[in-house]
């Protein structure tokens, strides 16, 4: 009789030999406490903790208005809405979130759904199915969410070069005619957090009659006027014909949605599976982010102080010749370079140091540019960030990748422009 389990251990085996095992750590926010939490450790223990890794951006998780419209939420709609949106799931709650988000982006409509991981695999997955001999053209650093959506659309993906324009222009010229042509990029990139041409993609669309579709997941709630993201701050929203977005990062809660003209979001209201046979975000889920939406529009102060932070952190890393990739985004990622001197200065951040930082491996990034991605928030205090640097600057000698620097010049320097970074591992 075959021993499943054998087989499944000897897939895990191959994960844990190449040091991209999976570890969670568990860790409890308080009252409050951000960015301190309390690491549950394995043995039972507790000790606080600095996180350094978490999409909170802002603090909003914690945010007392946020909290307090979740909590009446609970009591006024119930725990769950007992249904998909289609049988018995629609809340006025889901209705005015969904009109405030549109207005935010400047669009017609927009549709929320349980994640972010979920709005881009529905709306890809069916844009390229409903667009007639579509070919998708996608930025080689697309979140895997999008990657995902492309592949189940069954439309044909030409892959450029990260943020390369002349790529871009070269594959939209030897496109077949009478393609449908969809452009589909993000804002700000996750995991380098470098920051995509909107203006010059958006020339090339309009050149070639292309569909742009933009994910402004880490952007939403940190970038231009009232936050409505770095399209809105390059003043091109009008011109990306779909912007899709989380409410789990900035926003502090939980879901996702996108926003683009009446029709093309009735049509993936209407032809997304992920959409169609899944129960709707709770109410009082929805109700929690129109409170974010308010706080994000009038969060200056707090983005202000959210990019001071993130300055400070920078300097102190590149004083100490710390091999940070540089940009002007809340993502502040510590280039290592190998799977296990990553993993190696994670556990003794959290050990010696009372510091989180998760480790970024492969097939999130490309092999040989593992990371920590650290995240600064208006929460963090000038002695957190000091007391990172030092613990960071101490374990660049200890463990040996401060040559790192001059050994990935560039983080994508070394990757086939062929394929995306985060194609999921076959
Ligand atoms: C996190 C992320 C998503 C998915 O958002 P969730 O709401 O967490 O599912 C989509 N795109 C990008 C670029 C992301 O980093």
């Not at 324009?165 to 470098?194: C, N, W």
């Not at 992920?274 to 129960?279: K, L, R, V």
């Not at 129109?290 to 202000?304: G, I």
Request: charged fraction near 20%.
């Amino acid at each position: 009789m075959v021993t499943f389990d054998t087989v499944f251990q000897e897939a895990l085996g191959h994960l844990r030999a190449e040091q991209r095992y999976r570890k969670f750590r568990s860790i409890r926010m308080k009252p409050r406490s951000r960015p301190v939490a309390a690491w549950q450790k394995p043995d039972g223990t507790v000790q606080d903790v600095t996180v350094w890794c978490s999409n909170d951006y802002l603090g909003l998780s914690q945010h007392p208005d946020v909290q307090a419209a979740v909590a009446e939420g609970v009591e006024l709609y119930g725990a769950g809405v007992g249904g998909t949106r289609n049988i018995s799931g629609t809340h006025p709650a889901h209705i005015a979130l969904e009109k405030g988000l549109a207005d935010w982006h400047g669009k017609d409509a927009a549709l929320l759904f349980s994640s972010g991981w979920v709005a881009n695999l529905s709306a890809l997955g069916t844009l390229g199915r409903v667009l007639p001999g579509c070919v998708i053209f996608s930025d080689a650093g697309n979140h895997n969410s999008m990657i995902e959506g492309m592949k189940r659309s069954g439309a044909e993906v030409r892959i450029f070069r990260h943020n390369d324009t002349r790529h871009l222009a070269q594959l939209l010229a030897a496109a077949p005619a009478g393609s449908s042509k969809l452009i589909a990029f993000e804002s700000v990139y996750s995991m380098d957090g470098s920051v995509a041409p909107l203006r010059e993609i958006c020339d090339l669309a309009e050149q070639f009659d292309a569909f742009t579709y933009l994910d402004e997941v880490h952007a939403v709630g940190l970038y231009g006027p009232e936050g409505a993201g770095i399209a809105a701050r390059e003043g091109v929203a009008a011109r990306i014909t779909m912007i899709q977005g989380t409410l789990a990062k900035a926003f502090g809660l939980v879901g996702g949605y996108i926003s683009g003209s009446s029709a093309a979001v009735d049509t993936v209201r209407s032809y997304a599976e992920s959409f169609i046979f899944t129960s709707s975000l709770p109410a009082y889920i929805a109700a929690g982010a129109l409170t974010s939406l308010e706080l994000l529009k009038t969060a200056d102060p707090l983005r202000t102080r959210l990019f001071h932070q993130i300055a400070a952190l920078r300097d102190g890393l590149q004083a100490c010749a710390i091999p940070v990739i540089a940009g002007g985004t809340q993502v502040v990622p510590v280039l290592i370079g190998n799977a296990q001197q990553t993993a190696r200065t994670s556990e003794r951040l959290l050990e010696d140091h009372a510091i989180y930082a998760q480790p970024i491996n492969y097939p999130t990034v490309p092999r040989g540019t593992e990371r920590l991605r650290l995240t600064p928030s208006p929460q963090h205090s000038a002695a957190q960030i000091n007391a990172l640097v030092s613990a960071l600057d101490r374990l660049a000698t200890d463990i040996g990748w401060r040559k790192a620097q001059t050994r990935h010049p560039a983080p994508h320097a070394h990757h086939k422009a062929s394929r995306h970074y985060a194609t999921s591992p076959s």
